[in-house]
DNA sequence: TTGTAGGCGTTATCAT
DNA sequence: ATGATAACGCCTACAA
């Protein structure tokens, strides 16, 4: 059953077995039109038999497809979000018969470009998978278009056309959320943003104020925070809010991580969550349902964006005339322990 | 200064540029020895100025060497234990000119001999990252020793000699971890084990063990559960322990998950952590210093060891006469808000 | 529908 | 120390 295979089976081996010449044999491999029912299941056949698999070097050599994608992504503290975008694309390229190549870009940094020429031209990747933020670095996407490399953009703040983009609904998603705190009886709701790189954080800011604006409630400055999606910015912005004269009833976090920084300045003040504050945050990332209290946020459906996303890359790098999906990817607000009706006052 | 290079810049065109022959520019690329000085010199001033890169399709079809090693991984939930091996390979690889494919794996799993087969044979890798618990399990690293792949294991049970193996003292540090619990006078401390599939889950409990005989606390197997590396079971173990006649005053959770699982039940029951119940985790993941209260933890270099693992490996592919390291790599406690002595009884 | 010849850019062999 | 030439395994013409 089980054999080392020392020696390498070629397409020739192949052609001979099936008694055909190494041409049909290589019709049959890439699917190509033009061979007779017959014929080709002889030459599967002898593929099976022989256990033959092309040889990628020669392929790439000869016919200039490495069949290599590669993800060029922000290697941030916060993991979870690459996580799932990875998983969602290496399914994709391993359905296609790609193979993943990994670029991570410390950011900001002034050589990104050279960094990334060096990764595009070397590893020899046909089109490259660019999850949020890098889709809006100029730098990037500039050299990308000139090196004529296809993308595929997960998230971006502004689409490109001549790019493959995939999105969400985070900002009806943001606006959903704090409805369910402006439902609760909450006037006063802080709000923290998100790195002002990312395009979410325009987005999940204006979903926010739509809700207000929708509800009657006057929108106020003083409640806003400049974040940076993680921990420390989401602890210090909900410090200056909570030193308020007239603070915040709720917050909301563009993420989950500055919403854990919330958390825990709320406890270090001796503050009840959701008794003296309610919280929440945006991702649902695995801390989020391990912090006390379990947060509610939003859940983005991360793994099928990046799925579909280096889908469609691979798609048309293989000729196939792809589109962008028309609409974007549904967001769910996930309801947990962290949200609670205001205190009366009286 | 900025160019698209639409001509592909190939070994004959160094070679005319310098004035020699094709071969001589090739033994330059490949530091082979018999070369003059001069011609070295003439042959490095093409390449720079042409811009050469040797195409890497065409050195694998030639030379046999695909300049690719492969991480198969364990995909779990919890991923920053992955991250940090990750960003650890892919600097060594970056550090040799060598690219990373990845191949996660759903454990467990009947068939995984023919995924790791698939991927080994069809992504041609050189060699091979086997991060925990995967340099354990027999029908991976029989199969890789059957195909001739050279491995690197992290943190392996049991390592082969024949395999590069790095892995660290986790076993004292968590001696050491149950050692500040003990000289706060905590003496019923329980113990919550990890994966059995893993081996440091033995190795730490080992060190558990042996704190407690140094300093003359009587074991007792009421006081041990056995947990899954995971959340819900650190939960759940924690829930069995509390329910205990004579709970213990300190829980030493075998990762930092489970020890989140163990603060959520604590919790749940209104037990105050570190005042009710002391707790401590291991790994020093992101999750630990954004608990409350913020973990008592170990940290291992992970990236280290994996940077080490990997870097080995590459060598060895490289012909190097390389050596696992003697010394096993140095965990470091982190003391946090986790633990407290032990409220007096009386 | 099928086959033949030539080339992709390197490395390896064997001269010189 | 250096160079001509043949693989390497496949794909793209171009025939047949």
Redesign the pocket.
């Known amino acids: 059953m089980a054999e080392a295979g020392p020696k390498?089976v070629?397409?020739?081996d192949?052609?001979e077995r099936a008694?055909?010449?190494?041409?049909?044999?290589?019709?049959v491999?890439?699917n190509e039109?033009?061979?007779?029912d017959?014929?080709?299941e002889k030459v599967l056949g002898a593929i099976r038999e022989l256990h033959?698999?092309?040889?990628a070097?020669?392929?790439e050599?000869?016919?200039?497809?490495s069949r290599l994608v590669g993800l060029v992504y922000e290697n941030a503290q916060e993991f979870s979000y690459l996580k799932d975008v990875l998983n969602g694309t290496l399914d994709a390229c391993e359905a296609r018969g790609y193979s993943l190549l990994l670029c991570p870009l410390a950011l900001p940094n002034p050589d990104i470009a050279a960094r990334v020429r060096e990764f595009a031209t070397q590893a020899r990747v046909e089109g490259i998978v660019l999850p949020a933020p890098l889709g809006d670095v100029p730098a990037v996407t500039a050299l990308l278009q000139q090196l004529r490399i296809p993308v595929a953009a997960i998230a971006p703040k502004d689409p490109q056309p001549e790019e493959i983009n995939v999105s969400c609904n985070d900002g009806e998603a943001t606006h959903s959320l704090a409805e369910v705190l402006i439902e609760q009886g909450h006037r006063a709701i802080g709000f923290i943003k998100g790195h002002p790189d990312h395009g979410a954080s325009a987005v999940r800011f204006a979903g926010y104020r739509r809700a207000l604006e929708r509800h009657g409630i006057a929108f106020s400055a003083a409640l806003v925070r400049q974040g940076y999606f993680d921990f420390d910015s989401g602890k210090t912005a909900a410090s200056e809010l909570l030193d308020l004269a007239e603070p915040p009833s709720a917050i909301v976090a563009s993420n989950d991580d500055m919403a854990a920084g919330v958390l825990f300045e709320a406890r270090e003040r001796g503050l009840s969550v959701p008794g003296d504050l309610s919280v929440v945050g945006f991702d649902d990332t695995q801390i989020a349902s391990r912090l006390w209290p379990p947060l509610t946020t939003v859940r983005q459906p991360i793994m099928q964006m990046a799925e579909t996303a280096a889908g469609l890359l691979i798609d048309k790098l293989n000729g196939e005339a792809v589109q962008s999906p028309d609409e974007p990817f549904e967001c769910e607000v996930v309801i947990r322990n962290s949200t609670a009706p205001v205190a009366s006052t009286t």
Chains 1, 2 share one sequence.
Do not use: D, E, Q, W
Not at 19 to 27: A, D, F, L, P
Not at 33 to 36: A, E, L, P
Not at 61 to 65: D, I, N, V
């Open positions: 390498k070629t397409i020739f192949v052609a008694g055909v010449s190494i041409k049909t044999v290589s019709r491999v890439n039109s033009n061979v007779r017959a014929t080709r033959y698999k092309p040889n070097a020669a392929r050599l000869s016919g200039k497809r």
